[in-house]
């Protein structure tokens, strides 16, 4: 069956202006996380939905950036007013649930200019 | 506060031979544990898991070791081979809690 699709996979915006990412997790899968990978550090936590709910958004950097699930699906990771400190590779994960490995999509490489 | 930490940014390691990638955590309630490979442009990839019930698993070339008193540990890889050149992230998770990451280690496989 078909992975976790992230779109769009490069995005370059202007600083100031508002970027919309994308996460098809893997069907049936109930967990979703969001990290951030900057260059050369290593996998950041961002945000994990269980369902539609987030128990844990401590890892969002700023009121800058939300996200949302909808049907216990499709997420999208919203950063409002783009910062050049905000590019960085952008990962969603998915996973049946407790204790189940994350499967990754290949990420979205979004760039701040 | 890193609670996961991989300590060596990079290891080069000669094909053959085995390669050794630690990894120390800090949360003693953390009972799963988890290693990834990634190669670039791609996402991470899952490698092997270990349950804190256990303090070993093995799959193939590929073996992961706990030593929970100590809240350390280890993935072999025996032997290496060239695509094993990537980078390793080791993960932990208390259940039911979010999954967190180490910073990676870079393994280089020498021919």
């Known amino acids: 069956g078909a992975g976790v699709s992230q779109s769009p996979s490069n995005k370059v915006t202007e600083k100031g202006k508002d970027v919309e990412l994308r996460c098809d997790p893997i069907s049936g899968h109930t967990a979703l996380y969001w990290y951030r990978q900057s260059l050369g550090q290593g996998l950041e936590f961002l945000i994990y939905?269980?369902?539609?709910?987030?128990?844990?958004k401590s890892g969002l950097p700023s009121d800058r950036f939300s996200a949302e699930r909808t049907g216990g699906s499709v997420s999208t990771l919203t950063i409002q007013r783009t910062q050049q400190e905000d590019s960085a590779v952008y990962l969603c994960a998915s996973s049946p649930g407790n204790n189940s490995p994350l499967h990754f999509g290949n990420g979205t490489r979004l760039t701040v200019t | 506060d890193q609670q996961v930490k991989q300590n060596s940014p990079s290891l080069s390691v000669q094909e053959g031979r085995i390669s050794i990638l630690n990894c120390d955590y800090t949360?003693?309630?953390?009972?799963?544990f988890l290693w990834y490979k990634k190669y670039p442009a791609e996402g991470p990839t899952f490698l092997i898991s270990?349950?804190?019930?256990?303090d070993k698993n093995e799959d193939g070339r590929f073996t992961v070791f706990l030593n929970k008193s100590a809240k350390h540990l280890s993935l072999h890889i025996v032997p290496s081979q060239p695509g094993d050149s990537a980078v390793y992230f080791c993960?932990?998770?208390?259940?039911?809690?979010?999954?967190?990451f180490g910073k990676g280690t870079r393994l280089h496989i020498l021919p």
């Open positions: 270990i349950s804190s019930i256990k």
């Open positions: 993960a932990a998770t208390e259940i039911g809690d979010k999954i967190i």
């Open positions: 939905f269980q369902g539609n709910s987030a128990p844990d």
């Open positions: 949360n003693s309630m953390f009972d799963y």
